[in-house]
């Protein structure tokens, strides 16, 4: 039951949110959407990296030589707020943990991602990126 709401509200949120994305083409919307709501982690991140890697295109910010999501918002953080940029700090940590294997910071053990994380973290990644992208089109601010 706790599942069929969520992904109901899920579908819903972020219909809403892909609707508001008007930069992306019908196709990527449509291919994010279902990312967001039915993929693994890794897809539902790597969706942000593009989505990040659009975004630079967009402002003609060059990510060469820059790895990863954290990389990737330093050479964009003229154009994103400290809030947002706050943000995907919490997305690429997640990230880390889930495909970095052990953490030498955490005498080598290995991250765990929670159901609780696992079920914010597409929540999270969606709002995010109606975010940012309001901010740049309107100069809303919102989190």
Same mark, same amino acid.
């Given at each position: 039951?706790?599942?069929?709401?969520? *992904?109901? +509200?899920?579908?819903?949120? +972020?219909?809403?949110?892909?609707?508001?994305? $008007? +930069?992306?083409?019908?196709?990527?919307?449509?291919?994010?959407?279902?990312?967001?709501?039915?993929?693994? *982690?890794?897809?539902?991140?790597?969706? +942000?990296?593009?989505?990040? &890697?659009?975004?630079?295109?967009?402002?003609?910010?060059?990510?060469?030589?820059? $790895?990863?999501?954290?990389?990737?918002?330093?050479?964009?953080?003229?154009?994103?707020?400290?809030?947002?940029?706050?943000?995907?700090?919490?997305?690429?940590?997640?990230? $880390?943990?889930?495909?970095?294997? &052990?953490?030498?910071?955490? $005498?080598?053990?290995?991250?765990?991602?929670?159901?609780?994380? &696992?079920?914010?973290?597409?929540?999270?990644?969606?709002? *995010?990126?109606?975010?940012?992208?309001?901010?740049?089109?309107?100069?809303?601010?919102?989190?």
């Amino acid at each position: 039951m706790v599942v069929s709401v969520y *992904l109901i +509200f899920s579908v819903r949120l +972020f219909g809403k949110i892909i609707k508001s994305v $008007n +930069f992306l083409t019908p196709c990527s919307k449509g291919i994010l959407l279902a990312t967001l709501c039915f993929g693994s *982690l890794r897809r539902i991140t790597n969706a +942000f990296e593009s989505f990040l &890697a659009d975004f630079a295109v967009r402002k003609g910010v060059s990510l060469s030589g820059r $790895n990863g999501i954290l990389q990737k918002r330093d050479a964009l953080s003229a154009h994103i707020s400290k809030k947002h940029r706050g943000m995907i700090e919490f997305v690429g940590q997640v990230r $880390n943990a889930a495909d970095h294997g &052990a953490d030498p910071d955490e $005498n080598n053990q290995v991250w765990t991602i929670s159901n609780e994380t &696992a079920r914010i973290y597409p929540c999270i990644i969606a709002a *995010l990126i109606k975010a940012i992208f309001s901010r740049d089109a309107t100069g809303s601010i919102e989190v």
